[in-house]
Structures are given as C-alpha cells and as structure tokens.
C-alpha cells in the first residue's frame, strides 16, 4: 500500500552528522506510524527511534537518544532521521519502516508491528 525509500547515508567522521530521510510513495504517510531501525554487520537488527502518526510523540533507543532526532513533514510525506555525534558503532544500514492505523499519538518500537520497509541506506563512521 506504501513504498518506503531512504536516502542520506554515506562515510563520515566520528562526531560528524547526517540526515537520512525516509520518503513515501503510494499513500499518505500520515495515516502511519513511522520508525527506524538498524543492522550492523554480524549484529540483529535494532530499534532506533520511533515517530507516532502526529509528530507528537517520540521514542529512541539508550544508544542513540541524545545524539538523534526523529521528525516527520506530512505534507511532503517524508520522515527524518537527524543523526549527531555520530560514533563507530552507529555504523550500519538504517531502515525506515510504517505501520497503518495506530491512534495518532501512539509509537511502536517493535519490529514485528511494521508492515512496510525500505530497502535501507548505509552509514559508515570512521574513527
């Protein structure tokens, strides 16, 4: 029902920053709940941040909260993901994924609740 397709991965310093977005095709994004998650090579994916339906509400995992920052812009149906400070141990690829229908203040942080991934985009960071 949606098409999800990230942007805004490359190489980059420890301590630098990048801004990866999460761009919707098909529907509209604001009828979803949006998060992002992670996989670093040998690791499980993991839940990164998390956007309710609205913008209203937040959530991020340990590891990152302060450093990142999750919004979204309804009417250009794309959804961010600010990442700062950035560290050797954020490097990975980076899915966004939606999930329809959750009552607008609601996040989700479970993967299995996602209904609609990407294909992903890639962060490096040197040290």
């Known amino acids: 029902q949606v098409q999800l397709v990230e942007s805004g991965g490359g190489l980059v310093q420890a301590g630098g920053s990048l801004r990866l977005s999460c761009a919707a095709s098909?529907?509209?994004?604001?009828?979803?709940?949006v998060g992002w998650f992670r996989q670093a090579p040998g690791k499980q994916r993991e839940f990164a941040a998390a956007?309710?339906?609205?913008?209203?509400?937040?959530y991020y995992a340990d590891s990152v909260k302060g450093r990142f920052t999750i919004s979204r812009d309804n009417v250009k149906n794309t959804v961010y993901l600010q990442m700062n400070s950035l560290k050797p141990e954020d490097t990975a690829d980076y899915y966004c994924?939606?999930?329809?229908?959750?009552?607008?203040?609601?996040?989700?942080?479970?993967?299995?609740?996602?209904?609609?991934w990407g294909q992903g985009t890639q962060v490096t960071v040197s040290s």
């Open positions: 994924a939606a999930v329809n229908g959750p009552t607008g203040t609601v996040v989700v942080v479970v993967a299995y609740e996602y209904d609609y």
């Open positions: 098909g529907r509209t994004l604001s009828r979803y709940a």
């Open positions: 956007i309710s339906r609205s913008g209203g509400n937040t």
